[in-house]
């Protein structure tokens, strides 16, 4: 969306970063001999007050009601001061919450550690797959209480109307790269467990055009509407409106 002039544009890190290492290590955690070195977590920038919060939801329902967006993903920051080495907390944090795509990057002046359930997009032998994420209960302890909460997760009409805005805005994004007729949508609201939390995924599909190339793939998908909301673009002119800081990652 180059034509729009967002207020909080990243001015330190590029807006898109390709890199492929050029060798891969295999490290386990488990057979580490090196000590823990993190052994404080402190908090320096906790959520909002709820007054702040509830006036960013009355905005967002105003915009709702008058029929700007249908959905708005709104986030806040939290910051972390932490005594040790970042990558030890990496490796503790991906030991706990067992993530399917988690990533630890230095790039020297800054260190970005990573933990999602969710992959953007697959191309492969000309098909596109994506699997939009929208929809969540946390996890129990206890056998049948958690079994009842991902059965609350998947017969909830909000999370439902919720999800199927993403899976049409994520159908409508492929289909800028697809064949005409070729995108289908299996699994429709199906619940996956992870470590901590249940989550309602579908899985969108379709066969790419000949000649499309990953970079139009990007550019046609970017960002995913499960953090931005639906329509894409508009809902991202009222998050920038409402979030006083800069995502970034």
Do not use: C
């Not at 933990?115 to 000309?126: H, I, L, Q, V, W």
């Not at 929208?134 to 209480?145: Q, V």
Request: no cysteine; net charge neutral; charged share 25%.
């Amino acid at each position: 969306f180059p034509h729009i002039q967002f207020k909080r544009a990243e001015k330190i890190k590029p807006l898109l970063w390709f890199g492929k290492p050029g060798k891969i290590i295999p490290y386990n955690i488990t057979e580490s001999d090196e000590p823990d070195s993190i052994s404080e977590i402190k908090i320096s920038k906790d959520l909002p007050h709820p007054g702040e919060y509830e006036k960013s939801i009355n905005l967002i329902k105003s915009h709702l009601a008058k029929g700007d967006s249908y959905q708005i993903n709104l986030t806040y920051p939290k910051e972390y001061q932490i005594s040790g080495i970042p990558f030890d907390l990496y490796m503790s944090m991906r030991e706990y919450i067992q993530p399917h795509y988690g990533f630890y990057l230095n790039v020297g002046n800054m260190k970005i550690l990573s933990f999602s359930p969710e992959r953007f997009f697959k191309s492969t032998n000309y098909t596109i797959e994506s699997f939009p994420m929208k929809g969540t209960r946390p996890r129990s302890d206890d056998i049948i209480e958690d079994k009842h909460l991902a059965g609350e997760l998947y017969h909830s009409e909000k999370d439902r109307a919720e999800h199927l805005m993403i899976v049409d805005l994520i159908r409508n994004d492929i289909g800028k790269v697809s064949k005409y007729g070729s995108i289908e949508v299996d699994n429709l609201y199906g619940i996956q467990s992870f470590e901590t939390i249940h989550q309602m995924v579908s899985w969108v599909h379709g066969k790419l055009k000949n000649g499309v190339r990953e970079s139009d793939i990007v550019q046609a998908l970017f960002p995913g509407g499960s953090i931005t909301g639906a329509p894409k673009e508009q809902s991202m002119k009222i998050i920038d409106s409402l979030e006083n800081y800069q995502r970034g990652v």
